[in-house]
């Protein structure tokens, strides 16, 4: 009993390099946008609620500038945030993701996803808002991680043993967030992007 338990860990370790990985580029991407809030917070911008104008000054994505040339924004907007609340959602759900995600990929690999995924998931948003709005924040890039997570779970990749617990833990997440989002005016066309990317 005790060797199969310690077989089936062995197995779990060399898919998913608990043991070996780190999580250092999510502590960095968490970092960055903790950076940016602060510096947007002590220039003046609200800790509560930015106004969108903040938003946009700030390199949100907002069709009328990025469709005439800023297509910078479509990834500045990844590490902005309309407050506090915002951000602290964000930073708790990249880092749950992020060390699971991050050990198994490496970090050149996690963070082209997430930037992939974060510029997709603004090309959506984009694409579905007929009306434009800022938009901003890392939940599309999030999304995306969660959506490559999913899919890897998906496959024989995983183990078993540990597969269905996490595939139902993040069903759950994605889930609760895209019905919470619709309820509550979130871009939900970002996390959909992110998600499916």
């Not at 930015?50 to 500045?76: A, C, H, K, M, Q």
């Not at 060390?99 to 930037?115: C, F, R």
């Not at 043993?161 to 919470?180: A, D, E, P, T, W």
């Amino acid at each position: 009993m005790a060797e199969e338990q310690e077989r089936q860990a062995e197995e779990v370790n060399k898919v998913m390099n608990f043991s070996t990985g780190n999580s250092y580029a999510t502590y960095a991407i968490m970092a960055i946008n903790v950076l940016v809030f602060t510096v947007m917070v002590a220039s003046g911008v609200s800790l509560i609620s930015p106004t969108g104008e903040d938003i946009v000054n700030w390199g949100g994505n907002f069709s009328p500038y990025t469709t005439s040339g800023d297509w910078w924004r479509l990834i500045t907007c990844v590490f902005v945030h309309i407050g506090i609340i915002h951000l602290l959602f964000n930073m708790y759900a990249l880092y749950t993701i992020g060390v699971y995600l991050e050990p198994m990929l490496g970090k050149t690999k996690y963070i082209v996803a997430y930037l992939c995924t974060g510029v997709f998931a603004s090309l959506v948003s984009l694409w579905w808002h007929e009306t434009p709005v800022a938009s901003a924040g890392a939940s599309g890039a999030i999304f995306g991680m969660y959506g490559l997570f999913l899919a890897l779970l998906s496959t024989k990749l995983i183990p078993k043993q540990v597969r269905k617990q996490l595939l139902q833990s993040i069903g759950i997440f994605v889930v609760y967030n895209l019905v919470y989002g619709m309820k509550s005016g979130v871009d939900n066309a970002a996390h959909i992007g992110g998600l499916v990317s």
